[in-house]
């Protein structure tokens, strides 16, 4: 299993931007009481603004960790469509004193205005913008229709993500989300303030490795929203899982893409809410 930071980003091929190695500890310690009145050390996550800009362009301020901001900068990027192309992109730099990511493409970024003025603002925790072509670009997806899971492998999965060392253990009050492999193995966990966060951090370490999502499974704490889904689909991922559930327009886009979405799945649990036919059960089938 190997988790996603900064430093690995920096030793990246040739091929990829030039990349800061911004990380920053994901964990402080302040005294809260208990019930008893007793001063209790205690772990909490920390929290920082991180403005980026997009070739001087201010784009958004996401509410983050700090654990990989360059990953959560191109995942961003990439999922918002505002740039298509990883070599398009020359340069990110992430600087803590003022808080602000500056990337710098090859070419300029001609169209930005126009992205800008067709956005929505979104449920999403620690930041929820989606642009508006989002939604135009459903068509445009196709997701590989030949993968299959079993039972046994979902139960994998969900038992490598309880056995994950995390800081929602130690800390609470962060969202997760893992790339795990065909068989269930984690190869990415990423966590954040917000799940749209941590999906962004996987996009931007995938697109840097140049990793295909056809034969990978995508697992999430958080609520399964519209841009959840869409944004897994963007990855080229067909399989779809959370502990916890799906939103009506989320069910919907799921349906006309066909991803498989399996929610509320804890321990030997689950609910297969689209594309039954990727997942074999010994169970009743019935349409999804």
């Known amino acids: 299993m190997a988790d996603i930071n900064s430093k690995n980003l920096a030793a990246a091929s040739s091929l990829t931007p030039r990349l800061t190695a911004a990380g920053r500890p994901a964990i402080v310690t302040v005294d809260a009481i208990n019930e008893h009145g007793e001063v209790v050390p205690t772990r909490i996550p920390r929290e920082h603004p ?53 990337v710098t493409t090859r070419s300029g970024n001609a169209d930005v205005e126009q992205r800008l003025e067709r956005r929505t603002i979104t449920s999403g925790c620690g930041q929820g913008t989606m642009f508006g072509d989002l939604m135009e670009s459903i068509d445009e997806i196709a997701l590989p229709d030949d993968g299959r899971m079993d039972a046994a492998t979902l139960a994998t999965l969900l038992d490598n993500v309880r056995r994950q060392d995390s800081i929602y253990k130690e800390a609470g009050a962060v969202h997760g989300c893992a790339l795990a492999a065909a068989d269930g193995e984690i190869l990415m966990f990423v966590e954040d303030v917000g799940r749209h966060n941590a999906v962004d951090a996987i996009a931007g370490q995938m697109w840097l490795k140049n990793m295909s999502g056809g034969d990978k499974i995508f697992y999430t704490t958080g609520r399964l929203t519209s841009e959840m889904v869409i944004k897994t689909a963007q990855m080229g991922i067909p399989f779809m899982v959370s502990r916890s559930g799906l939103t009506e327009m989320g069910h919907a886009i799921a349906r006309k893409i066909g991803l498989t979405v399996i929610g509320r799945a804890k321990g030997k649990h689950y609910l297969l809410f689209t594309g039954q036919h990727r997942l074999k059960t010994d169970g009743v089938q019935g349409k999804a």
Do not use: F, H
């Open 50 to 102: 991180l403005t980026l800009y997009l070739d001087k362009r201010e784009i958004v301020t996401l509410m983050t960790l700090g654990a990989a901001p360059e990953a959560l900068v191109l995942g961003y990027l990439r999922n918002q469509r505002l740039v298509s192309r990883l070599e398009d992109i020359a340069a990110v730099q992430v600087d803590w004193e003022t808080d602000s990511a500056a």
